[in-house]
């Protein structure tokens, strides 16, 4: 079973509306979960990331995350899209916390129209 | 304070040839992990390391190697090259290791096999 699972590949919204990104985590890993941006031709930068000392984390550039036990979810929204947010997101796990590996879903790109 | 940056941005190599990519990490960083991205596949972990020493693999064939010098600094090799090794690799530091501390991605090497 996939350790996270991004819902939707491509997700496309009007610049000004709710932005939902979805993911789910195996109930079986650890709570480690994060939440990373990249960029055309960049790396991957951090958007958030849970820290279990709140179910609501706030992130960068107006991004907020709610993890969810009883379902196992911790998806990403912003109340208002910009053009700006265009891009691609990934959710993520440390399986182990001793170590810093991460395990990744497959992504979900944002498009954003004017 | 300078990011993480990898060296060289872009490579072309054809089948049967070897690379080697570099990887410096933000100063004061004492881990380093390596990643794989390809659209098939996507974020594939390969290495993670901690004072010199690997700490942790992903399951990747044996032609890809790693290593972790004195300063900090990474480098990870590819033997034998595939058309399949065709990806972005991607470094990211910490400064330890484990689930709490931040990891910061560098802008990856293009590998393209020819």
């Known amino acids: 079973?996939?350790?996270?699972?991004?819902?939707?590949?491509?997700?496309?919204v009007s610049e000004g509306a709710l932005v939902l990104?979805?993911?789910n985590y195996?109930?079986?890993?650890?709570?480690?979960?994060?939440?990373y941006v990249q960029y055309p031709n960049q790396g991957l930068q951090l958007l958030l990331k849970y820290t279990s000392a709140a179910t609501l984390v706030k992130g960068?550039?107006?991004f907020e995350a709610e993890f969810k036990k009883s379902e196992t979810s911790f998806h990403l929204t912003?109340?208002?899209?910009?053009?700006?947010?265009?891009?691609?997101?990934f959710c993520a796990v440390i399986l182990?916390?001793?170590y810093s590996t991460l395990t990744f879903g497959k992504g979900t790109m944002l498009l954003v129209s004017p | 304070k300078a990011g993480v940056t990898q060296t060289?941005?872009?490579?072309?190599?054809?089948?049967?040839?070897?690379?080697?990519?570099?990887?410096?990490?933000?100063?004061?960083?004492?881990?380093?992990?390596?990643?794989?991205?390809?659209?098939?596949q996507g974020l594939q972990f390969l290495f993670e390391y901690f004072s010199e020493t690997q700490r942790?693999?992903?399951?990747?064939?044996?032609?890809?190697?790693g290593r972790q010098f004195s300063n900090s600094r990474s480098e990870m090799n590819v033997s034998t090259l595939e058309l399949g090794d065709s990806a972005l690799y991607l470094c990211a530091s910490s400064w330890g290791q484990g689930s709490h501390n931040e990891q910061f991605f560098g802008p990856g090497t293009r590998l393209t096999v020819l």
Not at chain 2, 14 to 24: A, D, E, F, K
Not at chain 2, 56 to 65: A, E, H, I, L, T
Request: aromatic share 10%; with cysteine; proline share 8%.
């Open chain 1, 60 to 62: 960068i550039n107006g």
């Open chain 1, 96 to 98: 182990n916390s001793g």
């Open chain 1, 26 to 35: 195996s109930s079986s890993v650890p709570p480690y979960l994060f939440w």
């Open chain 1, 78 to 89: 912003k109340p208002s899209a910009h053009m700006s947010d265009a891009a691609e997101y």
């Open chain 2, 8 to 40: 060289p941005r872009y490579l072309i190599k054809t089948r049967g040839q070897q690379v080697t990519l570099s990887c410096s990490p933000i100063s004061g960083h004492r881990s380093v992990s390596w990643y794989q991205q390809t659209p098939g």
């Open chain 2, 56 to 65: 942790n693999k992903g399951n990747f064939p044996g032609r890809f190697s």
């Open chain 1, 21 to 23: 990104l979805r993911c």
């Open chain 1, 1 to 12: 079973a996939q350790s996270v699972t991004q819902l939707g590949s491509h997700v496309s």
